[in-house]
Every structure is written in C-alpha cells, then in structure tokens.
C-alpha cells in the first residue's frame, strides 16, 4: 500500500459505513479528480489514484476487516495493485462496474476494430506488498520469504468466466466489438475502452463458473523467496518480475513491488550510510578521562579513549562500521554520542565528597544555541566531504 492517510479520511465516510456507501463515495471523488478533468493540477492524479487504493481496500470484506483492527500493518502480506503505476483508463477498467453508468451507458458507439478486433493482449496489474527488516540485516543483505495473495487465473475454468461445459454468446454491450467508446465527466472528453462486460473478448458466458462468479479470477496464496540487498534504505522496494496478476487475453504478468520496511533498534538510528549511536558514561569517566568498549553492529565491540574533560553530547567517529552503500558496498561510519548520565541516588560518603568539590568549582551556565540534531546533521557533513 502506498498511501498512510486513513482509508476512512481519504473517502470522507465513517468507519461504520456500508458498501454501497463506500462505492458511491469513492465514485465522486473518482469524477471529482479524474486527470482529464483537471489538466493543470498536478495534484488531483495524486488524489485521484489515492481514492481508488483506499476503494480497493474497504470494498473487499477481508481487507477492510483486517484494516479495521490492524491499520495500514494488518495489509502486509495481502498485495494490493500498484495504482502510482497505473494511469485513469487502466483505473477506470479495474472498477467498470461502478463507472459504467457515467459514460451514458455503452451506447457511445463501437470501438476499432468491429467483429471482434478490440479483443487485445494486456499486460497484468502489478502488485506491492512490504516486509520488515533489521538493522543487522541491512548490513549483510538478507533472503525474505514474502507469502502474498494475488487474483490469478481460475481453475475451474480456466480463466474463461464461464460454466464448464457451456459455451459463450456474443456481448450486448459492445455487439462483439470488444470495445465501447465512453464520454464522460460532462462531456469534457472521449475514449475508446475495453467492453466492461465482457473485457474485450465480445462474447461472454450467460452461464458463470460457480467457483469465480465469471471473474475468471480466484484469489491463490503466493510464497515467493527475495533476495535483499545489503545497504538498502526504507520505503525502496525490490522489483520481482512477473510475480504480479496475469494479463488479459494471455498477455503477461505483472510484477511485484516488495517495499522494505526498517525496523526501529534498540541501539542505533540510520542517518544515510552512518550509524548514531548514544554511549552513556559516568561524570567521572567525562572529567578524568577513561576507556569504554563499545558495541558495534558486526557484534563486535570497539575500545574508545575518552579524554578527561569530555562535554556530554560531544560526538565520536569510528570509520567503516556504519552500513554499506547500496551502490559501492562503501561502509559509512559510526557516530558515538556521549551521554553523562548523572547518579540518582548518592551514599553519604559520595554526597561529601561532591559538596567538597562544588564548594571549589566557578561555573556559569550558558545556553546551547545549537539543537542536538543539528549538530549531529552538521558533523555528517563534515565527515562527509
């Protein structure tokens, strides 16, 4: 799923809201933000596009419900269509049977191509899902196994829609044309689609399978094995060729899109290619000066030499033990940012000993007027030219 706007919010319908109210919704808007409709606003494909995902999931029982109790988390795994890749017509055709009705019907006239010629080889929909991964497998590269569920070709009858055994007659719709010339949105423009009553073939089955209602599609589980490459980012995804819904008219399939999700560590946050990590150490090792080990991701551990006079937040650099580049393999480097921590509760002897010390410390307090992230942006750039 590409969008993180609440599927509710992006229909403008309340989560109690029925199928036809879900349909009827996601309609208007559909009219509302059509590209055609709105040449010179970039943002309406945007929205337009973000309606029909979001009509995707509420208008299927099963994905709204895991919607419902789960959020955008509950639909990983179940692989939805890639519409950012999709543009109006392909948009248009996927949700025929609730757009027929806008264009005054099929009545537009035949498209190209009479007796027959619209019927025409198309590729499948693509579909994207996600999976999480670690910290610890950016940096080796990883092997996922991703299950998913994809309509594909029904078995019963082999993706013709119709019961065994029956034979097909020609489409009213288009007249065996296989294509229908649409108008629509007042008017403002004309197309010539693919018949939404019988996707092109000109004939269709009065007599539907019993196993897909005359879909010609069933839903089949998937588990594929993908290889992550080390170095890769969150919110990249990993393309896997022809994994996606089979075309029409036994065109090829689409492909999958698994987008990599990273997970939140306990210990570093990812600044590109380099590693935060925040080192806590005591006053004293700050005033006097010590050696700590600390933990890297390689599940090694690195001696760093704090000299005696240390600031809290004063940041260290340890080279190549960041994450690899995902083009060159070239590891980034760990950042260590010093956090004094200051003891809560103190015995009677360390309690005289620090009042004899702040008896003999002079010490004005100023304010930083840096935040910490920016300071950990800027030594970033710093190290980085």
């Not at 306990?266 to 005033?287: C, G, I, K, W």
């Given at each position: ?214 879909s010609g599609k069933e839903p089949k ?145 100023m304010p930083e007027n840096k935040s ?14």
């Amino acid at each position: 799923m590409a969008s993180t706007r609440d599927y509710y919010e992006i229909l403008g319908i309340s989560k109690s809201a029925t199928a036809d109210e879900i349909k009827r919704s996601y309609r208007k808007l559909a009219m509302k933000f059509h590209p055609d409709r709105n040449p010179d606003n970039q943002e309406a494909e945007g929205k337009f596009k973000e309606a029909a995902e979001a009509y995707e999931v509420l208008a299927d029982d099963q994905k709204r419900a895991r919607y419902d109790q789960y959020g955008h988390a509950g639909l990983r795994g179940s692989a939805g269509h890639d519409f950012s890749n999709m543009d109006a017509g392909d948009i248009f055709s996927m949700f025929g049977d609730i757009f027929g009705d806008m264009f005054g019907g099929a009545g537009g006239g035949r498209g190209r191509g009479g007796g027959g010629g619209g019927r025409r080889v198309q590729r499948g929909y693509d579909l994207q899902t996600e999976t999480e991964i670690t910290l610890e497998q950016v940096l080796k590269g990883t092997e996922r196994e991703i299950d998913f569920v994809r309509q594909d070709i029904c078995t019963h009858c082999n993706g013709n829609g119709g019961k065994p055994g029956s034979d097909p007659v020609t489409c009213v719709t288009c007249g065996g044309a296989g294509q229908v010339q649409q108008a629509g949105l007042g008017g403002m423009f004309r197309m010539v689609v693919t018949c939404p009553a019988c996707n092109g073939a000109g004939k269709k089955f009065v007599d539907h399978c019993p196993k897909c209602k005359g879909s010609g599609k069933e839903p089949k589980k998937r588990v594929i094995n993908v290889k992550i490459p080390a170095g890769i980012h969150d919110g990249q995804a990993i393309r896997v060729s022809a994994e996606g819904e089979p075309g029409e008219n036994g065109g090829p399939r689409g492909d999958l899109h698994v987008v990599i999700r990273l997970a939140e560590h306990n210990l570093y946050t990812r600044e590109d290619d380099h590693l935060v990590l925040h080192m806590p150490v005591s006053f004293t090792q700050a005033a006097l000066g010590a050696v700590v080990k600390v933990p890297t991701l390689d599940g090694e551990s690195h001696e760093l030499h704090i000299k005696a006079g240390t600031q809290h937040g004063e940041i260290f650099r340890v080279n190549g033990r960041g994450l690899p580049n995902l083009r060159n393999s070239r590891r980034g480097d760990l950042g260590i940012v010093l956090k004094i921590e200051i003891p809560t509760k103190l015995t009677s002897s360390q309690r005289e000993l620090l009042t004899q010390y702040a008896e003999t410390e002079h010490f004005d307090v100023m304010p930083e007027n840096k935040s910490f992230w920016g300071k950990i942006k800027d030594y970033f750039e710093i190290i980085g030219n």
